[in-house]
């Protein structure tokens, strides 16, 4: 009964201190990552569905990428979603 005590002490005093796993470094890499990644998914939205869709298309044909279509834009909203999940979290730790 007594070990378990202790061993539930060690545990909350590492969840609670400030040298746990989500430093002030790691929640600045995890910030930019994940601007990064909203600006990644928001370029995809607009690539797929800006006006001038024709252009989007014509340049993407000139340059041999690939056409705006669905996979495009679900990767988009994809990465803005979890970009946005990240940047929530970011926040919610440094507090």
């Given amino acids: ?5 202790i061993i539930f002490l060690e545990f909350r005093t ?3 201190s400030d040298n746990n796993l989500m430093g002030k470094k790691s929640r600045w890499i995890l910030g930019i990552l994940a601007f990064l990644l909203l600006v990644f998914g928001l370029g995809c939205l ?3 569905k800006a006006s001038g869709l024709e252009h ?3 340049v993407a044909r000139r340059h041999n990428l690939p056409e705006p279509g669905p996979g495009i834009l679900y990767g988009g909203v994809g990465a803005i979603i979890v970009g946005s999940g990240m940047i929530g979290y970011v926040i919610g730790r440094r507090g």
């Fill in 1 to 5: 009964m007594y070990g378990d005590n």
């Fill in 56 to 58: 989007h298309q014509e």
């Fill in 46 to 48: 607009n690539y797929t």
């Fill in 14 to 16: 590492l969840i609670l």
